[in-house]
T-cell receptor, first 108, second 112 residues
Framework: SQQGEEDPQALSIQEGENATMNCSYK?????LQWYRQNSGRGLVHLIL?????REKHSGRLRVTLDTSKKSSSLLITASRAADTASYFC????????FGTGTRLTIIP | KAGVTQTPRYLIKTRGQQVTLSCSPI?????VSWYQQTPGQGLQFLFE???????NKGNFPGRFSGRQFSNSRSEMNVSTLELGDSALYLC???????????FGPGTRLLVL
């Protein structure tokens, strides 16, 4: 069963706009990770945020973590057509447990 | 470094058969995890191996098994295939459990 639930399930935005995806989880975590998957291929790691961190940046990506609310968000700024993909959060404790994913479509 | 490789990339089997999938991790990675991805259930954790020992196991029936060799390469086996086993099977390796995982391209299994 999935630990994380992502919201929204699908998101369509115009190229250049910002995209925000949210992830909620249920149990304790050591860290939370975000991955991208293009068209049923393997997953690509985007960013890892530890349980004692609140915000992390990587290029156009910004991740926040609120352990009191058991939630995280991924912000992609200045979106590009190449950002079209499914995005998954994954919580790490004894193992990595993935959320349900958000399907992001960037409209050129 | 070469990435995680999985073989075969595509596979078609019939119900009742068995299948073995292979995964070669990134050099130096001793932890290998397997996941099943289906449209209905999403990404489900199968099991994790570290230094030839199964360290964690997901909620899958005993038909799903795996092993890891001394060179960290891993195989997973599914016996008595069912239609519902049709899925993308992903392998991932990592240097340390719970840290960043590096995924292979997956093996797409179709059970007819």
């Amino acid at each position: 069963s999935q630990q994380g639930e992502e919201d929204p399930q699908a998101l369509s935005i115009q190229e250049g706009e910002n995209a925000t995806m949210n992830c909620s989880y249920k149990t304790s975590i050591n860290n939370l990770q975000w991955y991208r998957q293009n068209s049923g291929r393997g997953l690509v790691h985007l960013i890892l945020i530890r349980s004692n961190e609140r915000e992390k940046h990587s290029g156009r990506l910004r991740v926040t973590l609120d352990t009191s609310k058991k939630s995280s968000s991924l912000l992609i700024t200045a979106s590009r057509a190449a950002d079209t993909a499914s995005y998954f959060c994954a919580t790490a404790y004894e193992k990595l447990t993935f959320g349900t994913g958000t399907r992001l479509t960037i409209i050129p | 470094k070469a990435g995680v490789t999985q073989t075969p990339r595509y596979l078609i089997k019939t119900r009742g058969q068995q299948v073995t999938l292979s995964c070669s991790p990134i050099s130096g990675h001793r932890s290998v995890s397997w996941y099943q991805q289906t449209p209905g259930q999403g990404l489900q954790f199968l099991f994790e191996y570290f230094s030839e020992t199964q360290r964690n196991k997901g909620n899958f029936p005993g038909r799903f098994s795996g092993r890891q060799f001394s060179n960290s390469r891993s195989e997973m086996n599914v016996s008595t295939l069912e239609l519902g086993d049709s899925a993308l099977y992903l392998c991932a390796s990592t240097q340390q459990a719970g840290e960043t995982q590096y995924f292979g391209p997956g093996t797409r299994l179709l059970v007819l």
